[in-house]
């Protein structure tokens, strides 16, 4: 049988159209991850990737990268943005600077318990601070623990404000964090967080803030030996996607994108609350110097000019303060 030029050539277009069809459609997505395998963040990403590849059926593939071997977290962020990665689990403080909307979280005290955080975020505020993410090239699917952010250094107990008086202490790299610190008369010293373990073991830092399997699994807690548990910051995590890569999947892939971010962050949560408790068990079988502070009403009231001046900057997050302050 002889076919025509004439219907041969609608054929092959039409052939090459549904190639092209297919080829766009299918999606190979690259993730960025600062922490090491067998972290909490790293065992919930690795299922939202098995989840997409399920769920899709194979149409979206995602390879995580973890322990930052594609560069540090302003990196990622960075490389997320401007669609070098789609996807990445980033702290919120990082994007606070980027994304005015996002810094609301990074307000010490600005959240009660861990509870209040996860009521927050997964209702209006969190959509209200994923809305103004996606402005700068950053959209949230999920919220993640990151826990509650403490005091430690290898002076003293700090048990009040005047405690932190003269103290070089770590901090993101984050004016608000800077404030908080020096708030309270203490010197900040905004650095990678690879460096701080050799800052605090020479003395270029007295001590640092951050949560339990941070300060464990990093082995701060051999060289900075006193831990106060002020819980002064809450910063959940996201897992972003690229706005416009999220913006060009129809409605249904979008919801089942954001579907099985979800259900990762319900493994990460749980996960995350196991990881605490063993990590604080570890560093006290290890002989760290650990204090409540039953009391924080000094702490907050140290924060009143920290506030003041972030509102003045941003009048028109009030409203989102409030909401936050304001969730049962």
């Known amino acids: 049988m002889?076919?025509?030029?004439?219907?041969?050539?609608?054929?092959?277009?039409?052939?090459?159209?549904?190639?092209?069809?297919t080829a766009v459609q299918a999606a190979e997505w690259k993730g960025w991850n600062i922490h090491k395998p067998d972290y909490p963040n790293t065992v919930a990403m690795d299922k939202f990737a098995e989840l997409l590849d399920e769920r899709s059926g194979g149409k979206i593939t995602l390879k995580m990268f973890h322990s930052g071997v594609l560069g540090s977290q302003p990196d990622g962020i960075e490389q997320v943005r401007i669609g070098g990665l789609e996807i990445g689990?980033?702290?919120?403080?990082?994007?606070?600077?980027?994304a005015p909307e996002a810094n609301?979280?990074?307000?010490?005290?600005?959240?009660?318990?861990?509870?209040?955080?996860?009521?927050?975020?997964?209702?209006?505020?969190?959509e209200q601070i994923s809305a103004g993410m996606a402005k700068?090239?950053?959209?949230?699917?999920?919220?993640?623990?990151s826990g509650a952010r403490s005091f430690y250094n290898s002076k003293k107990p700090v048990t009040s404000p005047e405690d932190v008086v003269g103290m070089k202490v770590r901090v993101m790299?984050?004016?608000?964090?800077?404030?908080m610190i020096s708030a309270m008369g203490g010197n900040p010293s905004p650095m990678a967080f690879s460096e701080v373990?050799?800052?605090?073991?020479?003395?270029?830092?007295?001590?640092?803030?951050?949560?339990?399997?941070?300060y464990e699994s990093t082995g701060h807690f051999e060289v900075a030996g006193y831990y106060s548990l002020s819980q002064h910051l809450?910063?959940?995590?996201?897992?972003?996607?690229?706005?416009?890569?999220?913006?060009?999947?129809s409605a249904d892939d979008q919801a089942m994108v954001k579907q099985a971010a979800r259900e990762s962050a319900d493994l990460q949560r749980e996960l995350w609350e196991s990881r605490a408790i063993s990590s604080r068990e570890k560093v006290m079988a290890a002989g760290v110097k650990f204090n409540e502070i039953p009391d924080k009403s000094?702490?907050?009231?140290?924060?009143?000019?920290?506030?003041?001046k972030y509102l003045a900057a941003n009048p028109d997050l009030k409203p989102l303060v409030d909401l936050i302050k304001n969730t049962d």
């Not at 700068?136 to 623990?145: C, E, H, I, N, R």
């Not at 003395?203 to 803030?209: I, L, Q, R, S």
């Open 2 to 21: 002889i076919i025509s030029n004439r219907l041969l050539s609608p054929l092959v277009s039409a052939a090459l159209c549904l190639g092209l069809s």
């Open 89 to 98: 689990n980033f702290n919120l403080g990082p994007i606070g600077p980027i």
């Open 104 to 126: 609301v979280v990074s307000l010490p005290f600005i959240f009660k318990d861990m509870g209040h955080m996860h009521r927050a975020l997964d209702g209006e505020a969190g």
């Open 136 to 145: 700068k090239g950053l959209v949230a699917l999920a919220w993640y623990d």
């Open 173 to 179: 790299n984050n004016d608000l964090y800077s404030g």
């Open 197 to 214: 373990y050799q800052s605090l073991k020479t003395g270029v830092v007295d001590g640092a803030e951050n949560n339990w399997p941070s």
């Open 234 to 249: 809450i910063i959940p995590e996201c897992v972003c996607i690229n706005a416009d890569v999220y913006g060009a999947l």
């Open 298 to 308: 000094a702490f907050q009231s140290a924060m009143e000019p920290v506030y003041t």
